[in-house]
């Protein structure tokens, strides 16, 4: 079975742009989360999706937005960058209902210059 | 809310010491806990559960309600076990309407060094 696939690995972008990041998940699993990995702050959740629909969101602004398809592919959107966003983003799957065991893609390098 | 908290950033050791990263939690209801590893340059990936009370890689957790502590232990520390290491929650619940709800949340992460 294919593992949590993260689109683009790398990704420099100036201040102001805004990105986007892809997540495929595992075959048959219906629920998707995402994360934020910094030396400072760990690992900071950022929302979850289950079936298309946002279940959880952590406390980011509301720059920081997300999607999922009817695939369970999902997508996260970061609008108006800033320095302090660069970090490394980790899309995690779940094969049952949110918030339970989850396995990680190798995560999304974003660099704000 | 849940929280977990990892006292400790960073814990070196050497080879075939006894190793513990401890990590503490609060969550109102039945919690479920794991801890997750991440090697250099590799994924984030789970090492154990503690529904599941095994032993991976020589590393066992016992889940202490009273002391909301859920620390990971290894008697014996080996080179390769070097990593970042994150003890994460699992908080469900069912709304009303039926529709379920979670949430992982994750301790700051522990920096193990195994010197040899």
């Known amino acids: 079975k294919a593992g949590v696939t993260q689109t683009p690995r790398y990704l420099i972008k100036t201040r102001g742009q805004q990105v986007t990041l892809s997540c495929s998940p595992i075959?048959?699993?219906?629920?998707v989360s995402w994360y934020q990995q910094t030396p400072g702050q760990g690992l900071q959740f950022l929302f979850e999706?289950?079936?298309?629909?946002?279940?959880n969101k952590g406390n980011f602004p509301g720059r920081f937005s997300g999607r999922q398809f009817s695939n369970s592919r999902s997508e996260m959107n970061v609008s108006t960058l800033e320095l302090g966003d660069s970090a490394l983003y980790l899309c995690?799957?779940?094969?049952?209902?949110?918030?339970?065991?989850?396995?990680f893609g190798q995560g999304t390098r974003l660099t704000v210059v | 809310a849940q929280r977990v908290t990892q006292p400790e950033k960073l814990l070196s050791v050497f080879k075939g010491a006894p190793v513990e990263l401890k990590c503490n939690y609060s969550?109102?209801?039945?919690?479920?806990l794991f801890w997750y590893v991440q090697y250099s340059r590799q994924r984030l990936q789970l090492l154990l559960r503690?529904?599941s009370r095994e032993s991976i890689k020589g590393f066992t957790a016992d889940l202490n309600k009273g002391e909301t502590s859920f620390h990971l232990k290894k008697p014996f520390a080996q080179e390769e076990d070097s990593a970042m290491y994150y003890c994460?929650?699992?908080?469900?619940?069912?709304?009303?309407?039926?529709?379920?709800?979670?949430?992982?949340?994750f301790g700051q992460g522990t920096i193990l060094t195994v010197h040899p």
């Open positions: 995690a799957s779940s094969p049952r209902v949110p918030g339970t065991e989850a396995f």
């Open positions: 075959s048959g699993h219906r629920s």
């Open positions: 999706y289950f079936s298309e629909t946002q279940r």
């Open positions: 969550y109102s209801g039945s919690p479920e």
């Open positions: 503690h529904i």
């Open positions: 994460a929650l699992s908080a469900r619940w069912t709304d009303a309407g039926g529709t379920s709800y979670g949430k992982l949340t």
